[in-house]
């Protein structure tokens, strides 16, 4: 089989003076079904259009090649979507309007076997600085899929949208947020965009593609540009203003074995505006954290769990939102909830949330969420990673406390926590501020039975957040308080 590692796709965001029409897009097949005329899938493209720039064809053309006995790829079909029958327009604000082009349309695979669905549309914005001939250079979007309709599979995708902007010279994230719908493992890294096709299918890489981890050229020591191999979030600290392009790729095994590959080309324009802050959660460090320092939860199944959090500007006039992407959300039962109001202090807002996973969503590897903080024109993302389990040597069993609200609250000068136990047990009540920093701690070797926890404090006016964890660090509640004095 040829190398998997060149069949991806390409996204390119390009909004400056020279920027085309496309701005990026992404191309993905969904199983159905299958009967005697094949496998059935679901074909999603979506395309990024610049609203300076020339107008997206409503029409847009799809090549299906399949892989022979003797190792070559074939052209089998081609079909065209239509926007007025198969896509919808819908658009995204920024300082330049996008455009975002949603095609979706049904495909046959006529057997099993591998295949690639490929689009391809020329050209690239002349004002990329890390490749050496954008202007020429075309754009392919790649979706690989292992069509066995006695183990069906998807490709592989990103649930969270690209996005545009970022400061220079400020440690930004960004998590575009692999997944893959059959459970596959996954694992992804950074790799060379792609250009047109030489040798069809397979594109050949843009030519003198420079990698913006280079901390010569375009990343600062703090916080070279990397991809966190745990949680896919981006990190990067970057040193000049201007557009750059990265691409992502994405490998997917089933049971140790390379059954398909994307990926997603991402131009982000860097701007140097010192005038304008980029909006940040400000209590991340209040949630629990494994053992490498990563936000991780535990959620025993039936167990609703909250997380609170609080976002906000410096820039006072910038009105600050939060959003939330995850599979989580799409789940057909038992999905999270994610909301946010504004909290009357300034521009803060309290995003929230909310998940009572059941039993069906147990499993070993945890549920990445992840949180999005914007002023509509910067974005900073955080992720947090959620396990559902019922193992109790891991969990210490939730259902042996039973927490209620807080009183009073507004408080003072102290507040009251009533707790059931249904055996003895070791806790640690923590109050943090705002910042994420813990301003008080006890803990407590407390007996079976129903207790009222008097905690005594002496903290300024604002709000802050209780944590309740086992002997572990394990949270088993958090309650919102607020203080006036």
């Given amino acids: 089989m040829k190398n998997i590692l060149t069949l991806c796709l390409g996204i390119v965001i390009s909004v400056s003076s020279y920027a085309t029409h496309l701005m990026g897009g992404q191309l993905t ?15 999603e493209l979506d395309l990024y259009r610049d609203t300076l720039g020339i107008d997206v064809s409503i029409s847009q053309n799809i090549e299906i090649w399949s892989l022979d006995v003797m ?49 391809n549309n020329c050209c690239r914005n ?19 899929v292992n069509v066995n309709n006695l183990s069906p599979n998807s490709s592989p995708t990103f649930l969270a949208p690209p996005v545009i902007y970022l400061p220079t010279n400020n440690v930004w994230q960004y998590n575009p947020l692999p997944y893959d719908l ?40 703090t916080a070279p540009f990397s991809v966190n191999s745990i949680t896919g979030e981006i990190t990067w600290d970057p040193k000049m203003a201007g557009n750059f392009v990265a691409s992502l790729t994405i490998q ?40 490498l320092g990563y936000p991780y939860i535990k959620i025993a199944p039936g167990q609703n769990y909250q997380v609170h959090l609080l976002a906000s500007d410096a820039d006072i006039n910038d009105v600050v939102s939060m959003g939330s992407f995850g599979e989580s959300f799409g789940l057909t039962s038992a999905a999270s909830t994610f909301s946010y109001i504004s909290t009357g202090n300034g521009n803060e807002i309290e995003g929230t949330f909310s998940w009572t996973p059941d039993i069906s969503q147990v499993r070993v590897n ?54 059931s136990l249904t055996k003895k047990k070791v806790i640690e009540i923590s109050i943090y501020n705002i910042l994420g920093v813990k301003v008080s701690s006890e803990k407590l070797n407390l007996s079976s039975g129903n207790h009222m926890i008097v905690k005594k404090f002496n903290l300024q006016s604002g709000q802050y957040f209780v944590n309740i964890t086992d002997k572990n660090g394990l949270t088993i509640a958090t309650k919102k308080l607020l203080v006036v004095k």
Avoid: C
């Fill in 126 to 144: 002349e004002a990329i600085i890390n490749m050496t001939q954008p202007g020429s250079e075309s754009m392919t979007l790649l979706a690989y």
């Fill in 71 to 119: 190792g070559n790829y074939n052209l089998i079909s081609t079909s065209t979507l239509s926007l007025g029958t198969s896509g919808t327009v819908s658009t995204m604000t920024s300082v330049y309007g996008v455009e975002i082009y949603h095609f979706t349309d049904s495909i046959t695979f006529p057997g099993n076997g591998n295949y690639i669905v490929k689009w």
């Fill in 29 to 43: 097949t969904t199983y159905i079904s299958s009967d005697t005329s094949g496998s059935l899938y679901s074909l």
């Fill in 366 to 419: 945890p549920y990445i969420v992840v949180f999005r903080t914007s002023d509509n024109f910067f974005y900073y993302d955080e992720t947090v990673q959620i396990e559902v389990t019922n193992n109790t040597t891991d969990f210490e069993d939730f259902g042996v406390l039973k927490t209620h609200d807080i009183y009073p609250n507004p408080a003072n000068t102290n507040f009251t926590l009533p707790l």
């Fill in 182 to 221: 059959d459970g596959d493992s996954l694992v992804w890294g950074l790799t060379v965009p792609l250009s047109s096709s030489s040798n069809p299918p397979i594109p050949d890489s843009v030519l003198g593609y420079q990698f913006l981890s280079d901390t010569v050229l375009y990343s600062n020591l």
């Fill in 252 to 291: 997917e095994y089933r049971n140790g074995v390379l059954i398909g590959a994307m990926n997603r080309d991402m131009q982000f324009v860097v701007v140097s505006d010192t005038n304008n802050s980029t909006p940040q959660i400000s209590n991340m460090q209040s949630l629990p954290t494994n053992n």
